[in-house]
Structure formats: C-alpha cells, structure tokens
C-alpha cells in the first residue's frame, strides 16, 4: 500500500469519447504529478502541481487536462484521444520544500488506457 | 534536462545468481533514486543516495553512488523470482534541487526458478 490510489485501473475508450482519470494521495504531500509510460520508453512527466498551482506542463497536448481541487485529488480529463496515447497513466506525490534537495516520489498503480 | 543511461536493458537469470545493473550520466547527480516497478503497478521506491561514494543496503540489494556522483549500481545478491521487475534510476534536473524528477528507461530483470 503506497498511499495513492488511482481509478480506474483499467479503462477502454473510444477516440470520441470524454473520460477522466483520478488520483488520491492519503500521505498529507503537497504537490502532485501525472506520467505517461509507454512500452520501451522512459516515464515522460506530463504534470506538475505544487501547492494546488501547475508548476509544469511538458508540451501535453490540450486533449488531456488536469485538475487539482485540492492537494489531496488529481484528476486527468481526456477527450478525442488517440490511438498512440494508449499507455499506463501514472499518479505520483511528494512532499515538496523549499530548501530540500531530495524529493521521493510515491506512486500509484497506475491507470492502463486503452484507446481504440 | 540530466540524460539517464541504465544496462543492461534486459536481463534474465536463474534464481540464486548475482547481478549488477547500472545508471549513468555525463552530469553530476544532486541525487538519485532507485526504484522498483512490477508488472500492472506503479514504481515503489527502494532508496535514495546522496553522498559520492555511498553505499546502502536493503536486505539482498546493495546500492552504491559513484565517487564524481555521475553513476550508481545496484547488485543484488541470489536473486528470486520476487525480484522480478522494472529497475528505474531518477534524479532531479541538474545539480539544482527540483521537485521533477527524470528517469531513466530502466533495466527489466527476470528471475526465472
């Protein structure tokens, strides 16, 4: 059990359709991000949000949206997707200072996104 | 953005054997983290190492940071099928803190029995 838990773990969806992904993190951290992990690349960090604010947004584009209502919820709202954005979607949080020099990230189990 | 080489990019072993995979750059690490990820989960973390030169334990795993913190190995010694998984180095950007992290693409192991 890591503290963040993501819904659904598994979602099939049509390129026309609106769907969201959502992510709770139960560790009391301040910042939240959302990945994308494809086969045989690297975890791409979609997302960042610090304190409720997005700190980043990696050149995603606008068909995947995020939202943080607070600190403790991340939600990815997806609409007219692709074939090629079928991936595991990735919730993380950690808790962010000022001063610090080492944030560990924890995970979620992810969301398989099947785009048909 | 800090660029993570890790090898080998697969490996397969019998249970029992010893093995070491690698995470390397051309930059200095501030920090660097090792992280596991099974199959249908998302990456836990195993450690984090800071200092050049460290070297830190967790049960049959033995992490070690390089001297010049450009490069980090994790052995694990007997391996089991438990062991099976997604071995992921990350680091913040550059030698600056950072609350991102990159990754690397990661070293798939497979103990088989």
């Known amino acids: 059990e890591t503290g963040v838990t993501q819904t659904p773990r598994h979602l099939v969806m049509g390129m026309t359709n609106k769907k969201s992904l959502k992510c709770e993190q139960h560790?009391?951290?301040?910042?939240m991000y959302w990945y994308k992990q494809s086969a045989k690349k690297p975890l791409e960090l979609m997302f960042v949000?610090?304190?409720?604010?997005?700190?980043e947004n990696n050149s995603v584009p606008s068909r995947f949206s995020p939202e943080c209502p607070n600190s403790s919820h991340l939600f990815l709202h997806l609409h007219t997707l692709q074939p090629e954005d079928s991936a595991l979607y990735l919730c993380?949080?950690?808790?962010?200072?000022?001063?610090?020099?080492?944030?560990?990230?924890?995970f979620g189990p992810g969301t398989r996104l099947t785009v048909t | 953005t800090q660029l993570l080489e890790q090898s080998p990019q697969f490996l397969s072993i019998q249970e029992g054997e010893n093995l070491t995979v690698y995470c390397n750059s051309s930059s200095v690490f501030s920090s660097l983290q090792w992280y596991r990820q099974e199959p249908g989960e998302g990456p836990v973390l195993l450690v984090t190492v800071v200092t050049g030169g460290e070297v830190k334990k967790l049960k049959r795993l033995t992490f070690q940071f390089g001297d010049a913190r450009k490069d980090s190995s994790l052995h694990i010694t007997a391996a089991q099928p438990g062991d099976t998984g997604l071995y992921l180095c990350?680091?913040?950007?550059?030698?600056?803190?950072?609350?991102?992290?990159?990754f690397g693409e990661g070293t798939q192991l497979t103990v088989n029995p």
């Open positions: 990350a680091t913040p950007p550059g030698e600056t803190s950072g609350s991102r992290l990159t």
């Open positions: 560790l009391g951290h301040n910042a």
């Open positions: 993380a949080s950690s808790q962010v200072h000022s001063t610090a020099l080492i944030y560990e990230q924890y």
């Open positions: 949000y610090n304190f409720k604010e997005q700190t």
